[in-house]
């Protein structure tokens, strides 16, 4: 997720509801890794928290890159204040290529 558009944000959450309905949750894994202004599903004032941590709730993983949380906070003095749930991750890029890498399949609604 590199969109700060909440619509996108909602398909997203949207498909990954959909694949846990498709497969048994204990057969799929699901990684959502935002960066850049996709961070901002990820922050604790986003209008889809809630959703968020259901999906968290249920085993899908929600990655956030340190490469876009630290310019912020030396931007603003403060750091992004993130949901609880949200794994950091150094590079959100390196991540999905690390991913791809190790048998999963890119899906970029």
Not at 6 to 29: C, E, F, G, Q, T
Request: proline share 8%; hydrophobic share 40%; with cysteine.
């Amino acid at each position: 997720m590199s969109d700060g558009d909440p619509r996108k944000w909602a398909l997203v959450i949207s498909v990954a509801n959909n694949l846990l309905k498709h497969y048994d949750p204990d057969k799929v894994a699901i990684e959502v890794v935002a960066f850049g202004p996709g961070i901002d599903l990820l922050r604790s004032e986003s209008p889809s928290r809630k959703q968020v941590e259901s999906l968290i709730a249920q085993g899908v993983r929600f990655d956030v890159c340190l490469n876009t949380v630290d310019p912020v906070e030396r931007e603003t003095g403060r750091r992004p204040e993130i949901i609880p749930g949200a794994t950091p991750v150094q590079v959100g890029v390196g991540q999905i290529l690390y991913l791809t890498e190790n048998g999963y399949t890119l899906v970029r609604p």
